[in-house]
């Protein structure tokens, strides 16, 4: 049977974590960047726009966050695109794309989910959510403790209730 996309989502971000990441929290994209040849920088995107991620063929991918936009969900954004450099560059072999995130009203599509399972699988490792849920956090102490917002994280704990596995 074909993998999911969720699962594939997953499996991406874990194997990033286990080549790039020293287990310490909150979670730092800046490395994955340097693994997956993508720079992200922030820039005033309006207010229609909350990242764009591009990429021309040979060159290193670009991730534009908004810098209207507060750390916190810049950072989602950030880990967001990086899905997308991911699945381009993993799973479909293609090396000139583009993506943008519009603030609101975000057309849905498997490249979309894609890019948020990844995106609250790298910040927010399962094993981590359980141990916390173990020690009572709630979703404003762990969005606390991964440094998101707690849409972000009310998000993840959502997808993982529908998805455990
Ligand atoms: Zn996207």
Known sequence: MAELVYQSARREAKKLLDNCWDGSYPVRLRPFNDELNAEAYAADLGNKLSGVV????????KIVLNSRHVDRRNR????HELGHVVERRELAQDDDYSFEELSRGQDYDLHEFFADEFAGSLLMPKDKIEEL????YSPIDMAEFFDVSVDAVEKRLKRLTRHPK
């Open 133 to 136: 849920q173990r020690w009572n």
């Open 76 to 79: 989602f954004t950030w880990a």
């Open 54 to 61: 591009s990429k021309a063929s040979g060159q290193p991918a």
